[in-house]
C-alpha cells in the first residue's frame, strides 16, 4: 500500500507539499498540485484518515460509555444522541464497560490520546471526581447531577416525576408499595432518587419491598410476579414497562387481582397496556448530550430536564428545543 512518502518521492515534492495537497489547505503552485494529484492517482494513495484528523487537531468522533443496551434507558439515549449526530460531520462510536471501571480509564486514555473529541458518560463505575480530574483531556458529559464538580452534564430531575407518582398514590391510599430497581441504592444514582423520593413523601420510617438487580425485560417481571404475590404490595414501581408487561401476566395466570403498577421511560408495552409511567424524557437529553459534547462550552454546564408522570392515555412525547 502507497504512503504519503511514496508519493513525495514520485512527484518529486516534499512530503509537507503533498500534505497540503491531500487536506486542502495552505499554498502550493498550480503545477506542483497537478504533478502531485496525479501521483495520487496513478498510486491509488489512500490518504490514513486517523494521521490526518490528528494533524488537525480534531477527529469528528464522539464516544458514547454505556454498560449495555439491554435498559431503555440506554437505547433511548443513544437514540437522541445519533438523533442529534446526523446533520453533523460527527461520528458516533458505542464504547460498552459493562460497569468495569478499568476499561473506562482506557476510554478515558483514549480522549486524552484524541481519538475521541469527547466523551458521554451514559452511566459510570469511575467516581465523578476522577472524571473531573481528566476534563482537560477533551470534551466529558455525564448524565447525571454532578453537584459542584466542574463537569458539563445533562440529567433528568427524575425526582420531579416520582415525588408527583408517589404523591398521587399516596392521595388514591396506597401504603404498601414495591420497588424494583436495575441496581442498588448505593450504586446509582435512579435508584437513591426514587427511594428518596419515597421516604419523603411517606416518612423516613415507611417500608417497602424492593428488589434491587432487577433486569428490565418480560421474563424478569414474569418471574417476580410470583414472588410478589406473597408480599401482596398494592402498587409497584418498576423500573421500565416491560417487566411490567411481566408482572401483568404472571398475575393474570394465578388469578389474582394485581397492583396498581407505574412504569418508566414511556415504552411502546406500557403505552399498549395503558399503564401509568415516569417519562424522563431520555431522548431529549441524549440530544442535549450531543450538543454539549461536540460543542463543548467555555465552562462546565448543567441542563435539567424535569421528569414527567403520565397517567394512562395522557402520555406525551418528549420535549426538544433546538439549540438549547
Not at 404523591?167 to 388514591?172: A, E, I, P, R, T
Not at 398494592?234 to 417487566?243: K, L, R
Request: glycine share 8%; charged share 20%; hydrophobic share 40%.
Amino acid at each position: 500500500m502507497a504512503t504519503i512518502r511514496d508519493v513525495a518521492k514520485q512527484s518529486g515534492y516534499s512530503i509537507t507539499t503533498v500534505s497540503r495537497v491531500i487536506n486542502q489547505h495552505g499554498y502550493v503552485s498550480a503545477a506542483a498540485r497537478e504533478k502531485i494529484t496525479a501521483v495520487i492517482r496513478e498510486l491509488n494513495y489512500v490518504p490514513n484518515g486517523v494521521a490526518r484528523d490528528l494533524s488537525i487537531g480534531t477527529t469528528h468522533n464522539i464516544g458514547v460509555v454505556l454498560p449495555h443496551l439491554d435498559h431503555p434507558y440506554f437505547s433511548q439515549l443513544v437514540k437522541g444522541i445519533v438523533a442529534a449526530s446526523f446533520p453533523s460531520s460527527y461520528r458516533i462510536t458505542l464504547l460498552p464497560s459493562q460497569y468495569d471501571e478499568h476499561r473506562e480509564r482506557r476510554y478515558l486514555d483514549q480522549l486524552r490520546r484524541k481519538l475521541f473529541d469527547g466523551l458521554i458518560f451514559a452511566s459510570r463505575a469511575i467516581s465523578l471526581d476522577q472524571l473531573a480530574a481528566c476534563r482537560d483531556w477533551g470534551a466529558l458529559v455525564v448524565c447525571e447531577d454532578p453537584g459542584e464538580r466542574p463537569l458539563s452534564a445533562v440529567y433528568s430531575r427524575r425526582q420531579d416525576g416520582y415525588l408527583a407518582a408517589l404523591n398521587w398514590l399516596k392521595g388514591q391510599g396506597h401504603s404498601r408499595l414495591a420497588f424494583l430497581l436495575a441496581r442498588p441504592k448505593d450504586q446509582s444514582a435512579t435508584s437513591t432518587a426514587v427511594l428518596t423520593a419515597f421516604h419523603q413523601v411517606y416518612g423516613p420510617q415507611a417500608v417497602a419491598t424492593i428488589f434491587d438487580t432487577v433486569p428490565d425485560d418480560f421474563n424478569a417481571g414474569y418471574r417476580l410476579g410470583h414472588r410478589l404475590q406473597r408480599s401482596r404490595p398494592s402498587a409497584v414501581f418498576v423500573n421500565g414497562d416491560a417487566i411490567a408487561a411481566g408482572l401483568k401476566q404472571a398475575y393474570a395466570e394465578a388469578g389474582i387481582p394485581q397492583p396498581l403498577l407505574i412504569g418508566q421511560e414511556n415504552q411502546l408495552a406500557g403505552q399498549l397496556l395503558g399503564l401509568p409511567t415516569i417519562d424522563n424524557h431520555l431522548v431529549e437529553l441524549g440530544q442535549r448530550a450531543f450538543a454539549l459534547a461536540a460543542i463543548p462550552p467555555a465552562s462546565p454546564k448543567k441542563v435539567a430536564v424535569p421528569a414527567s408522570f403520565l397517567l394512562g392515555i395522557q402520555r406525551q412525547p418528549a420535549r426538544w428545543w433546538p439549540g438549547q
